[in-house]
């Protein structure tokens, strides 16, 4: 009976769920929650708390079943998964993320650098860091998620509320202008 549910769009699924149909909201369930918890851990920076954050968020999607009117499911969940993030960054007044914070993504290609080598790599970082905050706030955020965060084009397009064609030139632009400003800094 489930190999049914798996077949369903998000649309069909979210019309069952409507309909009181658990195996629905477990489809959509088992469907975005790893995606969603992710995401979610982006900005909180706990895995753990983002878990339970997305897993209060089906239970609102169960409960508010009857009252919501959602054309795309992915956005909508997307979209409540960043909206709780940002209530639980408020709630507990977590700094809010900037790239300064990801020093944790930081890898090395080699193990065995010396100490002047691991400085140098540890500068030229610190100051790529330093011209990718230097960007305007879209650009600068859709490069990170696709960069950094590893998201596609399509899921920062759903989360921004904006084109994959929007999308793609602001990755087009960030690049360009990041391009730009590596230029700029190497003829001082």
Request: aromatic residues 10%.
């Amino acid at each position: 009976m489930k190999d049914v549910y798996l077949s369903k769009c998000d649309e069909d699924l979210m019309s069952l769920v409507a309909n009181r149909d658990s195996l629905a909201l477990e489809t959509l369930f088992n469907r975005y929650y790893p995606a969603l918890c992710k995401f979610t851990s982006i900005y909180i920076k706990d895995y753990n708390k983002a878990e339970e954050l997305i897993a209060d968020l089906f239970m609102k999607l169960w409960d508010k079943k009857n009252d919501l009117q959602i054309r795309s499911v992915k956005k909508y969940l997307f979209t409540a998964a960043k909206n709780l993030a940002f209530n639980e960054i408020q709630r507990v007044k977590l700094p809010v993320l900037s790239i300064t914070d990801r020093d944790d993504t930081l890898d090395y290609p080699d193990s065995y650098l010396n100490p002047h080598e691991q400085l140098t790599s540890r500068e030229s970082y610190c100051e790529i860091i330093g011209l990718i905050n230097l960007l305007p706030d879209r650009q600068r955020e859709v490069l990170l998620m696709s960069r950094i965060d590893m998201l596609e084009k399509t899921i920062i397009a759903d989360v921004l509320d904006i084109s994959v064609r929007t999308v793609e030139t602001l990755l087009y632009q960030a690049v360009k202008n990041f391009r730009s400003l590596t230029a700029d800094r190497s003829a001082i």
